[in-house]
């Protein structure tokens, strides 16, 4: 069965540390793996696109690493703002057609002052 | 602001009404999604539009939902006598037609349906 699994469900943090999401995912063929903000109430906006031969991306503060051979990857975020307090879903595309993703629960993360 | 609009952004409704949504996606884009977001979940897929065309619907499209795109353009999503299951939020994303998986998918706000 394709799934997505993100771990863990929630965190809270204080402003300025860093934190680290783990995804693991059983899509197959796999083509690309995407992590998204979604903030409350709002559609998810993409943070970074990674293929099979990317093993990691950075967009600002967000980095994100991909290892296809045990299908994880992982979303560190680098010196917490406010700002970073939202949903983060990992995706995961299928390979030929129409670009189909299927979506990780998302860890919610809550970052404090 | 991702360019995606949806209208309207919350729907209250009876259970039994029926209601329809609308999403504009991004104009150059002519591929269009719409999904479905349950609370504490991730979206799920249930259509997929190639210009005016539907070519996929998920298994969770019952046939009380209907998805059109008459011009290519705008997409309306329409649910049939509403169950208080269908609650959820409803979310439109817009894709350009590039060849290759890596087309960034743009979502829209959402609609947030409450069925009372």
């Known amino acids: 069965k394709n799934q997505v699994e993100q771990s863990p469900q929630s965190l809270i943090i204080l402003e300025g540390k860093n934190c680290t999401l783990q995804?693991?995912?059983?899509?197959?063929?796999?083509?690309?793996l995407r992590w998204y903000k979604q903030d409350t109430g709002r559609g998810p906006v993409s943070l970074t696109i990674?293929?099979?031969?990317?093993n990691t991306k950075s967009n600002g503060r967000y980095t994100a690493t991909l290892d296809a051979d045990t299908k994880q990857s992982s979303l560190h975020i680098t010196a917490s703002q406010l700002s970073d307090s939202a949903s983060y879903i990992c995706?995961?595309?299928?390979?030929?057609?129409?670009?189909?993703?299927?979506f990780g629960a998302g860890t919610r993360l809550a970052v404090h002052p | 602001d991702t360019g995606v609009s949806q209208d309207p952004r919350h729907k209250i409704t009876k259970r039994g009404q029926n209601v329809t949504f609308r999403c504009d996606p991004i104009s150059e884009h002519n591929r269009l999604y719409w999904y479905r977001q349950t609370l504490g979940q991730g979206p799920e897929f249930l259509t997929y539009f190639q210009n005016e065309a539907q070519l996929e619907k998920s298994r969770l499209l019952s046939d009380r939902f209907s998805a059109e795109r008459p011009k290519g353009s705008f997409s309306t999503l329409e649910i049939q006598r509403t169950e208080q299951g269908d609650s959820a939020m409803y979310l439109c994303?817009?894709?350009?037609?590039?060849?290759?998986?890596?087309?960034?998918?743009?979502f829209g706000p959402g609609t947030r349906l409450t069925v009372t």
């Open positions: 994303a817009s894709s350009p037609g590039i060849a290759g998986e890596r087309s960034e998918q743009y």
């Open positions: 995706v995961v595309s299928f390979s030929g057609g129409y670009n189909k993703l299927i």
């Open positions: 990674m293929t099979f031969s990317e």
């Open positions: 995804c693991n995912y059983t899509v197959s063929p796999f083509s690309n």
